[in-house]
């Protein structure tokens, strides 16, 4: 599996660097953060062999055009990003024509790869899962009216969705009997109102179904064919490429490690910029940079042991390096981890859940109380989710 | 189904056979005789008992078996697949026969086994034969799709093994096939067919919201799985049809692969897939199967 980059504001250098180093395959860029001119710029700077770019168009902030504090940043810059009609989109007329407008968009910005707009899913057996399904299956046709690019449908769906379990699986179904299916599919999972915690202990998507709704989402579409990219994915990004996706991506603030709509409403700023963390693999945690050291003085098996690790030995590391270490780490596991054969490649994920147990548990007894009891049952819940997986994919 | 079955002599005065039809056996509402045509070739004579209309249900249940009549005479003179039985000399007909309306027409008289006999078969079927037996069945799921129909009764007692090279397994019975998106012909109750063979979905309250070609795929992996296996998974004893609509549900099979370790696994593979308990589980195209009965070695 790939590990992408998920844009948003600030990159300065960690795209190009991260390119370079080879410790992503490629980003999701923000039309968010780039105006027409240059989200252009920044493909032409960016683009290489074997680099996978994709243009996110997230269209379904539109939601928030009339809201009376959005935060849509340059998306009301772009052509596509227009309010549309609630009856139009009911009766599925204007859904051809948006997703064409939506990938003429990003064709004309030099891309081969265009992921067709879509609204957010609240709720399975809503009437924006039907239309988001309606997107989903005029994808491809409008991609072929735009002229020779792959096309990757949206689903943007809330937490609460796959906490349906059935009405997700019924989503499922409807998805892979699409005629003319597109090539792939983009998948955002949104927690609603999240907040900037620095670390993944409190999210909303460590939830044993959601895991399990994730998983099970790319297992039946990828062993149908479609390619799979997740979005605001971090840790979970490997489980995910056990499953069969393609790639995660993820970026270098909790906002763009997990989705949420709420970016897109203006909220109180402030608060302190977050703390230095390093990603360490056999933890399956993100931590602080001081308990790193601290933690690997006691248990030098917390490290990653990738490259990047040298940099936290020595002074506090930039953002660059921590973004940098971050992608690293997400990519070392993802390949340690995705053989393609799922039963054991599952059961090499449950070991390092596991071990990771352990080692959280070896701490604890080393005198570190912090955050291990919640790290416990952040590897528990993805146990359980995992476990459930094996159900719902009649793998268990 | 207890019906009255038109009399032999009934039957040949009343289309002007040539000679005595022979009555074969009686199936739902259907009495099937073999005759002779015009050119002494034996042909498959089909006669459908249509109750007596004296009550609005009894008006529904008729013009339901009529309409599923019509259907499958029009799906089989649309001749999508040659691994589907032919129409034979006797056009759809109504006659009234010891008292009683029958729909009648013929199709072609077919020699050969029907599968459910190769169920249990001593030596059990070989690799070649369940593997063409396989490929034909998704061709013809793939053929019929194509005119816009399900078979929704694929199972082995529909499916006769003729020894012909060019023609090794035809399917029968498009009695109750669906045409997507036509005019629903089964108002109430549950969905026709054979529960045993019936995929997890169809036994939902909303089935008629979820069938797709992947019913059939599943019917077509499960009549595989039972032939190779000489086993059914979700039925090995006579038993209630709760019970077996339980294990439907419920009850994972044993891969194939545990009965049949000669067979290449990933055919195994590719069978039990195709009995997965979800559609979305299944293989979402066609193509999908054929891709990956490509890779298996012959």
């Given at each position: 599996m790939n590990v992408l980059a998920q844009h948003g504001f600030g990159p300065k250098d960690k795209l190009t660097r991260g390119l370079e180093q080879g410790c992503i395959a490629g980003a999701v860029l923000s039309p968010r953060y780039l105006t027409p001119d240059k989200m252009r710029e920044t493909i032409a700077q960016l683009r290489g062999t074997g680099r996978q770019l994709l243009m996110d168009p997230e269209f379904f902030a539109t939601a928030y055009l009339r809201h009376p504090q959005p935060n849509l940043g340059t998306l009301e810059?772009?052509?596509?990003?227009?309010?549309?009609?609630?009856?139009?989109?009911?009766?599925?007329?204007?859904?051809?024509?948006?997703?064409?407008?939506?990938?003429?968009?990003?064709?004309?910005?030099?891309?081969?790869?265009?992921?067709?707009?879509?609204?957010?899913?609240?709720?399975?057996?809503?009437?924006?899962?039907?239309?988001?399904?309606n997107f989903v299956a005029h994808a491809r046709r409008a991609a072929d009216a735009v002229g020779k690019g792959l096309a990757f449908a949206t689903l943007a769906v809330d937490r609460d969705v796959f906490l349906n379990g059935a009405g997700l699986r019924d989503i499922v179904d409807a998805l892979t009997a699409?005629?003319?299916?597109?090539?792939?599919?983009?998948?955002?999972?949104g927690n609603g109102g999240a907040r900037d915690s620095g670390n993944q202990i409190r999210s909303d998507i460590y939830h044993p179904e959601v895991i399990a709704g994730l998983m099970y989402t790319n297992y039946a579409l990828s062993i149908n064919g479609a390619r799979v990219v997740n979005g605001y994915c971090h840790l979970l990004g490997p489980l995910l490429g056990v499953c069969g996706a393609e790639a995660a991506a993820s970026g270098w603030f909790s906002g763009l490690r997990q989705f949420s709509m709420s970016k897109y409403v203006k909220e109180e700023s402030g608060g302190r910029a977050p703390v230095i963390r390093y990603v360490s693999t056999p933890l399956l945690s993100r931590i602080k940079q001081p308990d790193f050291l601290a933690y690997q003085s006691v248990i030098p098996e917390v490290a990653s042991e990738t490259p990047s690790d040298a940099l936290y030995n020595r002074e506090e590391p930039s953002r660059t390096d921590e973004a940098l270490q971050s992608w690293e780490a997400v990519q070392a596991l993802s390949r340690a981890c995705t053989t393609g054969d799922i039963s054991a490649d599952l059961e090499n994920f449950k070991q390092r859940v596991h071990r990771a147990s352990e080692l959280w548990s070896a701490l604890q007894e080393a005198g570190f109380a912090q955050d291990v009891e919640a790290n416990l049952e952040r590897l528990e819940t993805i146990r359980e989710g995992i476990s459930l997986f094996e159900k719902l994919a009649e793998l268990a | 189904m207890q019906f009255p079955i038109p009399r032999v002599q009934d039957m040949q005065q009343a289309l002007g056979l040539p000679s005595l039809p022979v009555f074969i056996k009686p199936g739902g509402f259907k009495a099937v005789y073999r005759m002779q045509n015009a050119r002494g070739e034996n042909e498959a004579l089909k006669a459908i008992f249509l109750p007596t209309a004296t009550t609005d249900e009894e008006t529904l249940v008729r013009d339901q078996l009529v309409a599923r009549a019509k259907r499958e005479i029009a799906a089989l003179q649309a001749r999508p697949s040659q691994h589907l039985v032919t129409l034979g000399s006797v056009p759809a007909q109504m006659h009234h026969l010891g008292g009683y309306d029958y729909l009648v027409y013929s199709e072609e008289f077919l020699q050969g086994d029907p599968l459910d006999r190769w169920v249990g078969r001593q030596p059990p079927p070989t690799f070649a034969e369940i593997r063409t037996l396989f490929q034909t069945l998704i061709g013809l799921i793939r053929d019929l799709s194509q005119i816009g129909y399900l078979?929704?009764?694929?199972?082995?007692?529909?499916?006769?093994?003729?020894?012909?090279?060019?023609?090794?397994?035809?399917?029968?019975?498009?009695?109750?096939?669906?045409?997507?998106?036509?005019?629903?012909?089964?108002?109430?109750?549950?969905?026709?067919?054979?529960?045993?063979?019936?995929?997890?979905?169809?036994?939902?309250?909303?089935?008629?919201?979820?069938?797709?070609?992947?019913?059939?795929?599943?019917?077509?992996?499960?009549?595989?799985?039972?032939?190779?296996?000489?086993?059914?998974?979700?039925?090995?004893?006579?038993?209630?049809?709760?019970?077996?609509?339980?294990?439907?549900?419920?009850?994972?099979?044993?891969p194939l692969a545990s009965y049949r370790g000669d067979f290449p696994s990933a055919f195994c593979s590719i069978i039990d897939r195709c009995i997965r308990k979800r559609p979305a589980l299944r293989y979402a195209r066609l193509e999908l199967v054929e891709e990956d009965l490509g890779k298996v070695a012959p």
């Open positions: 810059q772009w052509d596509y990003f227009q309010p549309p009609r609630r009856g139009a989109l009911i009766s599925g007329t204007a859904i051809p024509e948006i997703i064409q407008r939506c990938m003429q968009a990003q064709a004309d910005m030099g891309l081969g790869e265009w992921i067709a707009p879509s609204v957010y899913v609240s709720a399975a057996d809503s009437m924006d899962s039907g239309i988001a399904l699409v005629d003319n299916p597109p090539d792939g599919y983009y998948i955002l999972v | 078979h929704r009764d694929i199972k082995p007692d529909n499916v006769i093994a003729t020894g012909l090279p060019e023609r090794p397994f035809v399917l029968l019975d498009l009695g109750i096939a669906y045409k997507m998106h036509g005019t629903e012909l089964t108002q109430g109750g549950g969905p026709p067919g054979t529960l045993r063979y019936m995929a997890p979905e169809l036994l939902k309250p909303d089935y008629k919201d979820n069938m797709d070609f992947r019913c059939d795929l599943y019917a077509a992996g499960l009549t595989v799985y039972v032939v190779a296996s000489g086993t059914h998974p979700f039925a090995p004893r006579p038993e209630s049809q709760y019970a077996t609509a339980y294990r439907i549900i419920h009850s994972t099979p044993q």
